[in-house]
């Protein structure tokens, strides 16, 4: 039982190059969502999913795209990096709505975008 | 708006001593309160918080929610080195169960 993990840990791009982050589960977990943390800011919700084949936008979704086509995966797609993407993203899933349980984490990954 | 607010930013602290860490919401169809613990990785869960007045303890940590005056306060008593990390709280809002985070409070505890 792996949890969470994310793929690449740590990624420097250019400006306007594409990628995606991966990120996969191995908890049967409905619910999968995608956070970006910037520096003396908490974490915020850039996409999320409540089961396979459905998503949805969270408070910062400009700029990436997501799919969720298995219920193990979620990548997280950067279409043309801007400098203002560099961040640490986290995967993250759960249970989900009704059942309350914790978010699991993944271990981030660290993009920089010259 | 949906927000967290947590206060203080950052709190420095000797060994030994009793920390209060803040976090009053306002979330849309409020569901519960995290907290959560971030060192140098992920953040790592330590409460979670349904029902008012209701003090939940996990060794030198425990925490409390208010759900009438909508805050959640954490204690960390006997406060250690291992201690200092960036605390984090979150609002579970709505029938989705997203999270909406606070800035966190980084806590430093000096020998």
């Known amino acids: 039982n792996a949890g969470v993990t994310q793929t690449p840990k740590f990624q420097v791009l250019k400006t306007g190059q594409s990628m995606t982050l991966q990120c996969a589960q191995d908890?049967?977990?409905?619910?999968m969502s995608w956070y970006r943390q910037d520096p003396g800011m908490g974490l915020r919700l850039i996409h999320y999913?409540?089961?396979?084949?459905?998503?949805d936008q969270g408070e910062v979704p400009n700029g990436y795209n997501v799919s969720r086509s298995t219920t193990e995966d979620f990548p997280l797609r950067l279409l043309s990096a801007a400098p203002s993407q560099t961040s640490v993203y986290f995967c993250?899933?759960?249970?989900?709505?009704?059942?309350?349980?914790?978010?699991?984490f993944g271990p981030g990954t660290r993009l920089t975008v010259t | 708006e949906d927000k967290v607010v947590q206060s203080p930013l950052s709190l420095v602290v000797h060994e030994g001593d009793t920390v209060t860490l803040n976090c009053s919401y306002e979330?849309?169809?409020?569901?519960?309160l995290l907290w959560y613990k971030q060192e140098k990785k992920a953040p790592t869960f330590l409460f979670m918080l349904?029902?008012?007045?209701i003090e939940k303890k996990s060794g030198r940590l425990s925490s409390i929610l208010d759900k009438k005056e909508l805050f959640s306060i954490l204690n960390i008593t006997a406060t250690q080195t291992g201690d200092s990390a960036i605390y984090l709280c979150?609002?579970?809002?709505?029938?989705?169960?997203?999270?909406?985070f606070g800035k966190g409070t980084k806590l430093s505890v000096k020998p």
């Open positions: 979150a609002g579970v809002e709505g029938s989705q169960g997203n999270l909406i």
């Open positions: 349904t029902s008012s007045g």
């Open positions: 979330v849309t169809n409020f569901r519960s």
């Open positions: 908890m049967n977990h409905e619910y």
């Open positions: 999913s409540v089961g396979a084949g459905i998503t």
């Open positions: 993250a899933s759960s249970l989900g709505s009704p059942r309350l349980h914790e978010q699991y």
